[in-house]
């Protein structure tokens, strides 16, 4: 089983100035790690994942995230943010082996400020 | 990119009828479909995982006689809402995942669902 946490629920960030999203997970086993947007009223869209290889990644709109084994952690960047970044942001986890359900984090709503 | 639809994009219905949502895989054969749903300000959580041909598998507390899950093509699968309440209203999302293994699923953009 897995688990994961994002600690913040809401995040306010002026525009064009960077931000983070922090994103824990826990399990038992080797991990796939995602990303994910959803914009109100819309599913949800990648970002980016991490299967294996180097643990920072690069998504679209400029993202990117760091996956820390020893911290179990796999932090949301941006370095410098946008209006349309306005979203809720998910976290995502499952496990590397097979058809194995994903498992969300509560979400992180980004909210950017003019 | 691959792209899930889904049909209707909201919908209304009265207490005590039924309602299908359809979710359809439009460029890829989707062999594992799964449904999700969202409850306001909260995260997704999984309902059930569907394979082509064979029975869902629900996740614990989901009362499988009521959301009836059919995955009859690797194009499509869908979700019956049975005799509706208003506590069934929420947001329903499908997503699917083809032959190249799950490590991404394509998601739908939804279904809002109110029962009145």
């Known amino acids: 089983a897995q688990s994961v946490t994002q600690l913040d629920s809401q995040v306010p960030v002026f525009e064009e100035a960077p931000v983070e999203l922090r994103c824990n997970y826990s399990?038992?086993?080797?991990?796939?790690l995602f990303w994910y947007v959803q914009y109100p009223n819309q599913g949800l869209q990648l970002l980016l994942k991490?299967?294996?290889?180097?643990?920072l990644v690069k998504g679209i709109n400029g993202f990117e995230a760091e996956f820390n084994k020893s911290q179990t952690s796999f932090h949301l960047r941006k370095p410098s943010v946008h209006i349309s970044d306005t979203a809720e942001y998910f976290c995502?986890?499952?496990?590397?082996?097979?058809?194995?359900?994903?498992?969300f984090g509560t979400g992180t709503k980004l909210q950017v400020i003019p | 990119g691959a792209v899930v639809s889904q049909h209707p994009s909201w919908v209304i219905c009265k207490s005590g009828t039924s309602v299908k949502i359809e979710c359809r895989s439009l460029?890829?054969?989707?062999?594992?479909m799964f449904w999700y749903r969202q409850f306001p300000k909260q995260s997704l959580m999984l309902m059930a995982t569907?394979?082509?041909?064979?029975?869902?598998?629900?996740e614990q507390g989901v009362e499988k006689d009521k959301f009836l899950i059919n995955h009859a093509s690797l194009t499509l699968s869908t979700l019956t809402v049975t005799s509706a309440h208003p506590e069934d209203s929420s947001f329903y999302i499908c997503?699917?995942?083809?032959?190249?293994?799950?490590?991404?699923?394509?998601f739908g953009p939804g279904t809002r669902l109110t029962v009145t």
């Open positions: 997503s699917a995942a083809g032959w190249g293994g799950v490590d991404e699923q394509y």
């Open positions: 399990s038992s086993v080797s991990v796939y």
């Open positions: 991490y299967l294996s290889g180097s643990t």
């Open positions: 995502a986890v499952r496990g590397s082996g097979g058809y194995q359900k994903v498992t």
């Open positions: 460029d890829f054969q989707a062999t594992t």
């Open positions: 569907s394979n082509e041909g064979s029975k869902a598998t629900y």
